[in-house]
């Protein structure tokens, strides 16, 4: 079974700090990966998506991920967090069905 | 305009009782689910239903039933509530043909006292 780990529990920075959050998976074969986000009090939404191709991929409001297939690594990443990317960050991977990694917060403090 | 709107939203009720969430989706999608989120914040799949049939069950026991009466709406329905079935659960969606792209309700938070 695909197993996705997340290396960070928690996150702490300031406003205009960069963030990088790492993102494993144990499954060697095509899959789809994604980053989702959950901001306080509301649901899960799409932050952005691997399928194939370029393996830098852009998402919504700035951020970015890193698919390195030697590594079995989905990386997100950005370049300058404000107050409101304070979140729950979510790897999931999908082979058959979408499997999450435990997340991480993310807390970004003024 | 919700996509995947359920209810209620919250609910506290007493171990042993029956309790439903209904999910409903106005995205025209195909594929519909329910994933619990636990107390720390970790994500698991339950279900998964493809055009009202059951195509993922994850080990889940069988007080939960799940219940698709249209494509567009997938109800769960827990029996004999345990204190550790307190939890979020959410409803998503995605298109037909699995891709792993999924839009999430906004979650129903169920405390068993």
């Known amino acids: 079974a695909q197993s996705v780990s997340q290396h960070n529990h928690h996150v702490i920075l300031s406003e205009a700090a960069s963030l990088e959050l790492g993102c494993n998976y144990s499954y060697g074969g095509t899959v789809n990966l994604f980053w989702y986000v959950q901001y306080p009090g509301q649901h899960l939404q799409l932050l952005l998506k691997?399928?194939?191709?370029?393996?830098l991929v852009k998402g919504i409001k700035g951020f970015e991920a890193e698919f390195i297939k030697s590594k079995f690594s989905f990386n997100l990443r950005k370049p300058s967090v404000q107050w409101s990317d304070t979140a729950e960050y979510f790897c999931?991977?999908?082979?058959?069905?979408?499997?999450f990694g435990a997340g991480t917060t993310v807390t970004v403090r003024a | 305009d919700t996509a995947v709107s359920q209810t209620p939203k919250y609910l506290v009720t007493q171990m042993g009782n029956d309790k439903s969430i209904k999910c409903e989706q106005n995205?025209?999608?195909?594929?519909m689910y329910w994933y619990k989120q636990d107390s720390k914040k970790f994500l698991k799949i339950m279900f998964s239903?493809?055009?009202?049939?059951?195509?993922i069950n994850e080990t889940v026991p069988n007080r939960f039933s799940p219940k698709s009466p249209d494509k567009a709406h997938l109800n769960l329905h827990i029996n004999s509530l345990e204190l550790g079935d307190s939890a979020v659960y959410f409803c998503?969606?995605?298109?037909?043909?699995?891709?792993?792209?999924?839009?999430f309700g906004e979650g129903s938070r169920l405390t068993v006292l």
């Open positions: 239903y493809n055009n009202k049939e059951l195509i």
């Open positions: 995205l025209g999608h195909d594929t």
């Open positions: 998503a969606s995605s298109q037909d043909g699995p891709t792993g792209e999924l839009f």
């Open positions: 691997y399928f194939s191709g370029d393996p």
């Open positions: 999931a991977v999908f082979d058959y069905k979408l499997s």
